[in-house]
């Protein structure tokens, strides 16, 4: 039975006030959800309260970020063992990291090196931009962020990295690629690329997220394709009864296909 990974990206949104508001407002009902792993991201001075909140709930929390030195004089900067004290997960690599702060596929490969040694689920984003899209690139630009992100990593360490995929032009706008569009990328190009470095088992299991105006209208139908295995879900978590929802509908979509191999 496929177990979806739904993860709620807050980004740079909710004062702590606010990120404790929305966790209180959602963790009921998405506690009573144990078919489906589910997790949020918040702003980095958040998550310990939220941490602490979801304590004993099942939801696994996140930091957006993190970089890859020990310690030392990198002001302003988060070091693993830091971001491990505190969550679970961490996501590297994601489409604004790379737009505005110069993220490259070398500094995702040393993030999610380090990320890994600590001991952290690591959520690696890749995806092509509307231009490379447009131009017919997705699958040269898809293939290459992940070749070198995932770069000297072991059968073993996958066992801990998820990736998501969120074509560029998809997050944030309203438009999301179509189900069967996402699930071509992910089942004829990133689950191969899987498959040729960590076999045909660990492949197999690794889930491949999706990401880009998810919304609770049309998550059902993205997952019920064969290698969407969960979401990456950006402002549809800034609101409890979308997120909510969104869980649901992979709850359900479980559901249906646990009764459909009957
Ligand atoms: C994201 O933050 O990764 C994202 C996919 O955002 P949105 O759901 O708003 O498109």
Same mark, same amino acid.
């Given at each position: 039975?496929? =177990?979806?990974?739904?993860?709620?990206?807050?980004?740079m #949104?909710?004062?702590i006030?606010?990120?404790?508001?929305?966790m209180?407002?959602m963790?009921?009902e998405?506690?009573a959800i144990?078919?489906?792993?589910?997790?949020?991201?918040?702003?980095?001075?958040?998550?310990?309260?939220?941490?602490?909140?979801c304590?004993?709930?099942?939801?696994?929390?996140?930091?957006?970020?993190?970089?890859?030195e020990?310690?030392?004089?990198y002001?302003?900067?988060?070091?693993?063992?830091?971001?491990?004290?505190?969550?679970?997960?961490?996501?590297?690599?994601?489409?604004? $990291? =790379?737009?505005?702060?110069?993220?490259?596929?070398?500094?995702?490969n040393?993030?999610?090196?380090?990320?890994l040694?600590? +001991?952290?689920?690591?959520?690696?984003?890749?995806?092509?931009?509307l231009?490379?899209?447009?131009?017919?690139?997705?699958?040269?630009?898809v293939?290459?962020?992940?070749?070198?992100?995932?770069?000297?990593?072991?059968?073993?360490?996958a066992a801990?990295?998820?990736?998501?995929?969120e074509?560029?032009?998809?997050?944030g706008? %309203? $438009?999301?690629?179509?189900?069967?569009?996402? #699930? =071509?990328?992910?089942?004829?190009?990133?689950?191969p690329?899987?498959?040729?470095?960590?076999?045909?088992?660990?492949?197999?299991?690794m889930?491949i997220?999706?990401? +880009?105006?998810?919304?609770?209208?049309?998550a059902?139908?993205?997952?019920?394709m064969?290698?969407?295995?969960? %979401?990456?879900?950006?402002g549809?978590?800034?609101?409890?009864?979308?997120f909510?929802?969104?869980?649901?509908?992979?709850?359900?979509?479980?559901?249906?296909?646990h009764?459909?191999?009957?």
């Open positions: 039975m496929r =177990r979806f990974f739904v993860t709620g990206n807050w980004k #949104n909710n004062t006030a606010e990120a404790k508001a929305l209180a407002a963790t009921p998405l506690e144990d078919s489906v792993d589910k997790a949020v991201a918040p702003s980095y001075l958040a998550v310990p309260a939220i941490a602490e909140l304590k004993g709930t099942g939801i696994k929390v996140g930091a957006q970020n993190l970089f890859w020990e310690s030392g004089a002001t302003g900067e988060v070091a693993p063992a830091m971001v491990a004290e505190v969550c679970d997960f961490v996501i590297v690599g994601h489409s604004e $990291r =790379r737009q505005f702060f110069g993220e490259t596929d070398e500094t995702v040393q993030r999610l090196k380090a990320a040694a600590a +001991g952290l689920h690591v959520i690696v984003c890749v995806g092509e931009t231009e490379e899209n447009e131009a017919g690139q997705t699958e040269s630009v293939t290459h962020q992940l070749v070198k992100g995932l770069e000297g990593i072991t059968e073993t360490q801990d990295i998820t990736i998501a995929y074509p560029v032009w998809a997050i706008t %309203g $438009r999301a690629a179509t189900p069967e569009d996402a #699930n =071509r990328v992910h089942k004829d190009l990133i689950r690329l899987l498959r040729q470095q960590f076999g045909e088992a660990r492949a197999a299991l889930r997220q999706y990401g +880009g105006s998810i919304k609770p209208d049309n059902a139908e993205l997952f019920a064969s290698d969407i295995d969960g %979401g990456l879900v950006g549809a978590s800034l609101k409890a009864d979308s909510v929802a969104i869980v649901k509908a992979a709850a359900m979509v479980t559901i249906v296909e009764e459909s191999k009957k």
